[in-house]
């Protein structure tokens, strides 16, 4: 027989759970790691920029380079069709994407095994550092069957996250939104706790 105490027994106890939690944690954190590596997609931004067009015009003193005509350009996932496309670079790297058209188009896909962001307007405003599209004019941005209508829709890449507003027009226009039954089944099944035996 032991002659531990029960206050002995207790710290034991105490200090192979917080032990045991730890390789939990561990063991977790490097799964997750792991999947992360393997199933991420590569960041779009530090991707080459490819362009297609029927003219190119840069003007090294302004900073900017102006693509007309049949424009194709690809950035990773990023991929956008445009009457006009003006690249600024006042850094080395492209700071800021305009593209024009009626419609410009453009789609993203955010991860591996996710279903495409698609997204058009006349004018689209891509801020490559801050990873952030603005849809300007007759905007409209879709995923997976859910989208949003307005008059200006910022689109955050890295968090996934869209905000839209509508100017205050006098025919009264306001943003729209059409959400997909089979979303709103999934969010009320995360809201759910799991039934315990």
């Given amino acids: 027989m032991s002659n531990l105490s029960p206050q002995g027994c207790e710290l034991r106890l105490f200090n192979w759970l917080a032990q045991f939690r730890l390789v939990t944690v561990a063991v977790t954190l490097l799964a997750c790691l792991s ?3 393997t199933f991420a997609l590569p960041d779009d931004s530090e991707q080459p920029i490819r362009i297609t ?15 007309t005509g049949n424009v ?10 445009a009457d006009t496309l003006t690249i600024f670079h006042e850094t080395a790297q492209a700071d800021k994407i305009v593209a024009e058209g009626k419609p ?20 689209i405003e891509y801020y490559k550092t801050e990873e952030r599209v603005n849809l300007k004019i007759n905007a409209f941005i879709t995923q997976d069957g859910s989208s949003v209508t307005g008059d200006s829709i910022d689109y955050y890449i890295a968090e996934e996250l869209v905000k839209a507003g509508s100017e205050q027009s006098p025919d009264g226009k306001q943003v729209r939104v059409v959400i997909e039954p089979k979303v709103l089944r999934e969010e009320d099944a995360e809201d759910v706790p799991a039934e315990s035996n």
């Fill in 35 to 37: 999947t992360a590596r």
């Fill in 53 to 67: 067009a029927d003219t190119a015009i840069r003007d090294e003193k302004q900073g900017f380079t102006v693509y």
């Fill in 72 to 81: 194709h350009m690809v950035q990773g996932s990023i991929d956008i069709v």
């Fill in 104 to 123: 410009a188009k453009m789609q993203q896909r955010p991860e591996v095994g996710e279903p495409l962001v698609r997204a058009r307007a006349e004018i």
